[in-house]
């Protein structure tokens, strides 16, 4: 366990499928936490069994707090939350004394944490982004991979809270925690899709499905998807990993926004991303990202699907 050192006050805003238990590690070290929640009866159950404070507004979360962690859907929302809608309305600034600083945890995009960050810079608070990959699993587990970006004291600063939540690096400057989650997982959209491809034809050609994963993950084809996610996920129906596939969406969307502000060819990246957004159309919303498999299994033969998939081209 990680013990929690000083007085820092820390707030927690997000208390979903991730946010829970990475809150919830935090308490564990000692630290002193209070958690927000736009569901207020989620917050406050997570509260009361974890042993920490939970508050009704962001100003007020804000002004108890010496750093804010923010465990949010997009950079939209996370700036919302921070500053406000020009500068009205509940949001953490209305409390935070100046000197405060935020965690942005969330999958937010990259060019709009800079922007934020100088922003917040201008009216005397810091902030490092410090997205996470290893899903619900690595986050109950503590062991997820932190990226972090911005100012090397200040992320110095914040090191031992973070070590609490999983394994920190630091990749760069601000916005680049970011960047480098959305080309992870874009790296690991691309491994799902490639070994559902193959999933299809080898069953199509008499192969039973989970003997080539177990071949996959015996050879070099194995990647994240083949290890933890057909058994798992797909191959039993389950489809409840606990991360969306309209955030993988999104998330790769952002990958090819960086990358096309870099003036850097990425032909496979937008091949994937256009046949991730038919499986998103396929699908419909709130579907699991390993749904994915069952749009190529079931789905991406159909001449609709197909249709799909030629006018996202």
């Given amino acids: 366990m990680v013990s929690a050192s000083g007085n820092l006050k820390i707030g927690f805003v997000g208390i979903g499928n991730m946010g829970q238990p990475m809150a919830g590690h935090l308490v564990k070290a000692g ?30 979360l804000g002004a108890r707090s010496d750093v804010v962690v923010l465990m949010l859907p997009d950079g939209k929302i996370v700036r919302r939350v921070v500053l406000g809608v020009d500068e009205a309305g509940d949001h953490l600034l209305a409390g935070m004394a100046k000197g405060g600083s935020f965690i942005d945890m969330s999958s937010s995009a990259p060019v709009g944490t800079r922007e934020l960050g100088a922003e917040l810079a201008q009216k005397g608070y810091g902030l490092i982004d410090a997205p ?13 991979a932190i990226m972090v970006g911005g100012d090397e004291a200040l992320a110095a600063r914040f090191d031992s809270l973070l070590s609490a939540m999983g394994r920190r690096f630091h990749v760069g400057p601000l916005g680049s925690g970011h960047a480098a989650k959305v080309l992870n997982n874009y790296v690991s959209a691309a491994g799902l899709a490639a070994a559902a491809e193959a999933l299809l034809v080898a069953q199509r050609f008499g192969i039973d499905g989970g003997v080539l994963v177990d071949v996959l993950n015996a050879s070099t084809g194995r990647n994240n998807s083949t290890e933890n996610k057909f058994k798992q996920y797909v191959l039993n129906s389950a489809y409840n990993s606990g991360f969306s596939l309209d955030l993988m969406v999104k998330d790769i969307q952002l990958a090819m926004e960086v990358a096309e502000a870099c003036a850097a060819p990425t032909e496979l ?40 998939v030629k006018a996202s081209a």
């Fill in 31 to 60: 630290w002193e936490v209070a958690v927000y929640d736009t569901d207020l009866a989620k917050a406050a159950a997570f509260a009361a069994a974890q042993g920490c404070a939970h508050i009704g507004s962001l100003a007020e």
């Fill in 132 to 144: 996470v990959s290893g899903g619900v699993k690595g986050a109950v587990a503590g062991t997820l």
């Fill in 269 to 308: 990246g937008h091949s994937t991303l256009e046949i991730w957004e038919a499986a998103q159309s396929w699908t419909g919303s709130n579907a699991d990202h390993t749904e994915f498999a069952r749009f190529i299994l079931e789905g991406a033969s159909t001449p609709a699907a197909t249709d799909k």
